[in-house]
């Protein structure tokens, strides 16, 4: 996010409907497409305007969606703000409700699911500056999933 | 925020009660004390790992409370998260509902006040890495309140 452009930042940004803000785009969640990531959108609430060195997302999984099934070295800081579901971080499930904080380690496996009946929206937290997410070889993925719980969790 | 101490971040981190969680202690919103703010208090969800060059706080002032008037070279990130209130930005006041943002500039005038029944809660993010906050010299209040709006809503 090497955007450095002066851009001028308005300084009130109104939450105009929930989980919505004013003048925010609602992205979709990557370029690409395919099985990798099912019903994830993604709006951009802070940085990229050179002056943070951090970016602060918003990400929204509808119920029975995930997000993909990826690792990077730069860390997640995650905070649930609306339903729940789960997340596989490593080898581990954790269940997430609203108001949970999850932390993605460097060059950990990770995927967020929406197993509830609402939506799983959480903000996301990501250092501007940071390298692009790599999905599991087929290697990489028969070796996560010699753990029957992370088979049976993980959609790619 | 300097501690580059290779800490081991707990992934999950569960809220345990409205606004509190799982091992993050509730900290003085400063070491100093006197009338420059009143009310409030500091979470420092994550950061400071040095794996991060973000921090995200959870500041929360009482009804009736207010953060210090200060000014510095890093910019903040902010969302309400409970309540509401009001901020000072600049020469600006602007009314804050859960939900809103708010993105203070650098070098610019700000504070919060908890004008409801209520706490305003928010998250505020910065760069790991800044500088110290500054507060008005007497002919840089006097300049600021010769808005009388200003004038009114500021606290010292």
Redesign the interface.
């Known amino acids: 996010m090497s955007t450095d452009t002066p851009t001028v930042?308005?300084?009130?940004?109104?939450?105009t409907a929930?989980?919505r803000?004013d003048g925010v785009p609602l992205l979709a969640y990557k370029e690409e497409g395919g099985t990798q990531f099912n019903g994830v959108t993604r709006q951009v609430?802070?940085?990229g305007s050179g002056?943070?060195?951090?970016q602060?997302r918003y990400f929204e999984v509808s119920s029975g969606g995930y997000s993909t099934l990826e690792r990077h070295a730069h860390?997640h800081?995650v905070?649930i703000l609306r339903g729940g579901g789960d997340?596989l971080?490593?080898a581990?499930i954790?269940p997430?409700?609203?108001?949970?904080?999850?932390?993605?380690?460097?060059l950990t496996w990770h995927q967020f699911r929406a197993t509830l009946a609402e939506p799983l929206g959480f903000?996301c937290?990501v250092?501007?500056?940071r390298d692009k997410p790599s999905r599991p070889t087929a290697a990489e993925l028969a070796s996560l999933c010699t753990d029957d719980r992370v088979a049976a969790f993980v959609r790619v």
């Open positions: 930042l308005p300084i009130h940004i109104r939450q929930p989980f803000w609430l802070f940085g002056q943070l060195a951090a602060l860390v800081a905070m997340v971080v490593g581990e954790f997430l409700v609203t108001g949970d904080l999850v932390y993605v380690p460097p903000l937290l250092c501007a500056e």
